[in-house]
């Protein structure tokens, strides 16, 4: 590198894993002396980290990638994550793209883009084999040291038909125990006032020595005790009783829990090859509510998926009405290449996709509004995340996961708050008074 300092920014499509990963790419870039700028402003390096969850996924990519090309002309546009691992070609043949570097190939972001300087070709690194798919650490220190993300686990072995992460990010493998009680740690002594724990399917978490995820969680109670922790997305079959145990006996473990469901239909529940029945993933669901009436619930779904018929689709929705669920993020489904679903017959129609999109959508309103609504009377500890100084409130999150505000200086110390749930604004935002 010459004597004057150079400039990398960061984009991040997709999912919070990505984000963490992200984090960890960029802080190997400022170890080796780069400044970081705001994605937008020109930089020399522009780094960003795709997505491929859908279509529109792709062509957001592609649009990110032209806009950097745009703004940075001359820059090392260096492109990663699951679009990247996927799709290497489609992403290399954009203009002004230098690096593809695969999932394997993350790690060693900034030497690929040192190594591709004066080249004229683009440099693809991607490994479509996985054959190299260590677990890679990453973690992300959140602005104003509230919140810190723990990658515990990467990668999947299950064979949803619908699904290409398995596809860009290889099999299952997890973080060593005696690792995460360190990083735990240190994020404890930082002060983090919250640890989310991510990972792509973590109730699949394995340590060689045999831990699992509900010793990840007791541990977090000893190593870092005035930490709140969060579960990142969980998949319904992995929730077992030495979980919700671990939970249950846990104070600091936050009471939100994002368990994606996908149907409520056993015909295409079985089609998708997941593994839990609709019963199965309402006992779960339930006994969670019952530990904690306030749970914070989260659940996906996808609308038409091939052969969803209008009784699958009836059914999915007389099922989600019975479950006591808090929000719903909603995918409409669209054909990812090289995947069983993707050649499928019985291909629902986009349009009628869209509209049971919209359906549940509207359901999903209802739903945030009610489980604010229910917090009225309760007390809860928010963590103040951004401040309005127009109206002169904080907004942050409760442990159930629940949007509050309410009124502080901007001086007000950006560490747990307790507050007392007032009033219901914005449809699902609570206001609160301070205790
Ligand atoms: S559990 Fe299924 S949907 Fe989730 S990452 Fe694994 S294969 Fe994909």
């Not at 070709?121 to 084999?129: E, F, G, N």
């Not at 650490?137 to 699904?163: M, N, S």
């Not at 699949?204 to 045999?210: D, M, Q, T, V």
């Amino acid at each position: 590198m010459n004597n004057v300092q150079q400039r990398v920014s960061v984009h991040t499509l997709g999912c919070k894993l990505n984000s963490v990963e992200s984090s960890a790419i960029l802080q190997s870039f400022v170890d080796a002396g780069y400044a970081v700028v705001p994605f937008g402003e020109s930089a020399d390096v522009v780094v960003i980290n795709t997505c491929t969850v859908t279509e529109q996924a792709n062509s957001e990519g592609r649009q990110v990638i032209r806009a950097a090309v745009r703004t940075s002309p001359g820059a090392t546009i260096a492109v990663t994550g699951c679009y990247a691992q996927l799709q290497p070609h489609e992403v290399g043949s954009i203009d002004g793209v230098s690096v593809v570097a695969g999932s394997a190939a993350k790690a060693n972001l900034r030497t690929l883009v040192e190594a591709s300087r004066g080249s004229t070709s683009t440099l693809i690194d991607v490994d479509p084999t996985h054959d190299n798919m260590e677990y890679q650490p990453a973690r992300y220190d959140a602005d104003g040291r509230t919140r810190a993300f723990l990658k515990i686990q990467d990668g999947c072995d299950y064979v949803c038909t619908f699904c290409t992460i398995p596809l860009a990010r290889g099999g299952s493998r997890s973080m060593e125990f005696p690792d995460v009680l360190r990083q735990l740690s240190a994020f404890h002594r930082a002060g983090f006032s919250e640890i989310v724990i991510t990972g792509v399917n973590i109730g699949e978490y394995r340590s060689s020595s045999g831990e699992r995820l509900w010793h990840v969680l007791l541990a977090a109670a000893e190593v870092a005790p005035s930490c709140r922790i969060r579960l990142g997305s969980i998949e319904p079959n992995t929730v077992r009783q030495e979980l919700l145990d671990a939970v249950s006996q846990s104070p600091n473990i936050c009471r939100h829990f994002h368990i994606p469901l996908q149907s409520g239909s056993k015909s295409v529940l079985h089609s998708m090859r997941r593994r839990y029945s609709p019963e199965s993933y309402a006992s779960v669901v339930r006994s969670l509510h019952n530990l904690f009436p306030l749970v914070g619930l989260g659940i996906d779904v996808i609308t038409g998926y091939p052969g969803e018929s209008h009784g699958d689709f009836e059914e999915t929705v007389e099922f989600l009405k019975s479950l006591p669920w808090s929000y719903l993020h909603v995918f409409t489904y669209s054909e990812r290449a090289n995947t069983p679903a993707a050649s499928m017959p019985n291909s629902v129609p986009v349009h009628v996709r869209r509209s049971r999109t919209a359906r549940l959508r509207a359901l999903a309103a209802e739903r945030r509004h009610s489980h604010a609504l229910a917090h009225i009377g309760t007390t809860a500890t928010v963590i103040p995340e951004s401040y309005d100084t127009d109206k002169g409130h904080w907004q942050g999150w409760s442990d159930t996961y629940q949007a509050v505000r309410f009124a502080a200086p901007a001086t007000h110390e950006r560490r747990p708050t307790l507050v007392a749930c007032d009033s219901v604004i914005d449809d699902a935002v609570v206001v609160a008074l301070r205790c």
